[in-house]
């Protein structure tokens, strides 16, 4: 909306949540989501024509269109438990903007939602007996977090799905009128709702399901000694196949991801193919077996047991670039070391320590020795028998490893889970290095492990 806000300075953007912690944060200069970029857009648009406020009812009668951008987060109870979407809080949305409108009202569902939620909605509108008439789009979000300014002023697509009917199109117009300010026209793709909503759940399985792809073939390259890089780069030289998102790793992040492949897996069972969910769900399973598979690696590195010994871990967010940590790969593979009894030391540039501490199941008010939250990476690695880089923070690039190696013990073991540092130099320091998809030295094929190792 602060992108929307930059873009069209004749048109009044009014930010509203229910947080006021969040609505505080956004009239600050701390906002409450880091992005590169965000700061400097939302100081040129706010107080101009971009506000942040808590006064829902008023913003929803004064405005012409109303982006509902709520969360709708996995269902964890009742029918679809574990993978419908929760819609409750579009629902709630629904029933508020029907209450107090006092005029015709344009609706864009910003928020990902599983296919045919515009005719749940148009229901609750109509059960509230408005006397007003309520269009429904869907412009589903492609933005990533890390990169989203750019994302955002330059996208692939925006994708607008409506009514095919006079009014519906209309309505459609509309939404793009905002988005041609700068988005040439030939990137603004109209459909009916149904596709657009389809879209959004599609665009991120199949993102999804290329890093489970690699990171299966990652596997396989640790047992037989190919390189995934390699194999990533020798594949992605194929112009069928491309280059973009085949970077092995620890496994994928992000409240997305999961949440949207566990809605489309529901939304097909629902209608009656399971063997179309089966194969979605694989996707997900891919992707806890990655994570499992890595603690997996630690422990045969240390013996199987890590019990009373100092881990230092860099990174908790879950990408680089953000202080996002839902499903971060890190809060599993720190539950499952801590449930090892390891002691971790833990360091990311942005994420505060309340955060890592209610991740991992800790009273975020109180201090606990079994996990350590530093400032500093070069303090993380004192003492520590091994180093698990979880996030690819580019700045764990530019330490001085020299010094790392002296400060941990011997052997000095670390675990690239994200495959970002120089390993053959750190080889030459003296350390142990385990990256992902690749062999342990780099040498001779390894014979066969059994599958209870991992
Ligand atoms: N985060 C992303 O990168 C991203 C990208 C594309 C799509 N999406 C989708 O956008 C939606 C929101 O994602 P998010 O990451 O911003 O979630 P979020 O949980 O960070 O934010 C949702 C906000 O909605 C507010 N809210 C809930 N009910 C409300 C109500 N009735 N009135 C006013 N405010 C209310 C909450 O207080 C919260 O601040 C989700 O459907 C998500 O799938 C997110």
Redesign the pocket.
């Known amino acids: 909306m602060a992108v929307i806000a930059h873009k069209n300075p004749q048109v009044t953007v009014t930010v ?4 006021e912690d ?1 609505i505080q944060g956004w009239n600050s200069d701390e906002l409450p989501v880091f992005e590169p970029g965000l700061l400097d857009v939302v100081k040129e648009a706010r107080g101009r024509n971009l506000f942040f406020s808590t006064a ?1 009812e008023a913003a929803i009668a004064d405005a012409d269109i109303i982006f509902v ?5 996995t269902k964890e109870f009742g029918v679809g438990k574990g993978s419908a979407a929760n819609l409750m ?1 579009i629902e ?2 629904a029933r ?1 903007i029907a209450r107090v409108a006092k005029s015709d009202k344009i609706i864009v569902e ?4 599983p296919v045919r939620t515009a005719e749940f909605l148009k229901q609750i509108l109509h059960a509230e007996g408005s006397e007003y008439q309520f269009d429904i789009v869907s412009n ?6 890390g990169t ?1 300014i750019v994302d955002l002023n330059n996208p692939d697509r925006v994708l607008i799905g409506g009514d095919q009917t006079v009014e519906g199109k209309k309505a459609v117009a509309e939404v793009s009128k905002l988005y041609e300010a700068w988005v040439p026209k030939e990137r603004i793709l109209k459909t009916n709702l149904w596709s657009s909503e389809l879209s ?1 759940l599609t665009a991120n399985a199949f993102l999804a399901q290329r890093i489970s792809s690699i990171n299966s073939i990652s596997a396989l390259c640790e047992r037989t000694d190919a390189d995934v890089d390699e194999v990533a780069r020798a594949i992605g030289m194929d112009s069928r196949i491309g280059s973009k998102f085949l970077r092995s790793s620890v496994g994928f992040g ?3 991801f999961q ?2 492949i566990l809605n489309l897996v529901y939304l097909c069972e629902f209608f009656g193919l399971p063997e179309v969910a089966d194969y979605w769900r694989k996707v997900v399973e891919m992707n806890d077996f990655q994570k499992r598979r890595f603690v997996g690696r630690i422990m045969t590195a240390m013996f199987n047991t890590v019990s009373g010994r100092n881990l230092a871990i860099f990174g908790f967010a879950f990408k680089k670039d953000t202080n ?1 940590t ?1 499903e971060s790969a890190a809060i599993a593979v720190c539950r499952d070391l801590l449930e090892e009894r390891a002691i971790l030391h833990i360091y990311d540039p942005r994420v505060k320590k309340s955060q890592i501490y209610r991740d991992l199941g800790f009273d975020p008010d109180k201090e606990d020795s079994r996990v350590k939250i530093v400032n500093d990476p070069y303090q993380a690695v004192a003492d520590c028998d091994g180093l698990a880089v979880l996030t690819e923070w580019d700045e764990f690039n530019d330490l001085d490893y020299s010094k790392i190696f002296e400060r941990m013990r011997k052997p000095a073991h670390i675990f690239d889970g994200r495959n970002l540092l120089d390993a053959e130099r750190l080889r030459q320091i003296g350390f142990t290095m385990h990256c992902i998809g690749k062999g342990e030295t780099g040498a001779a094929v390894k014979p066969m492990r059994r599958k209870s190792d991992f």
């Open positions: 509203v949540d229910i947080n969040r829902v951008s709520v969360n709708t987060p809080y709630k949305c508020t910003k928020s990902t939602v589903p979000e492609f933005l990533a977090e989203a959004k992000g409240s997305c949440k949207d996002d839902r």
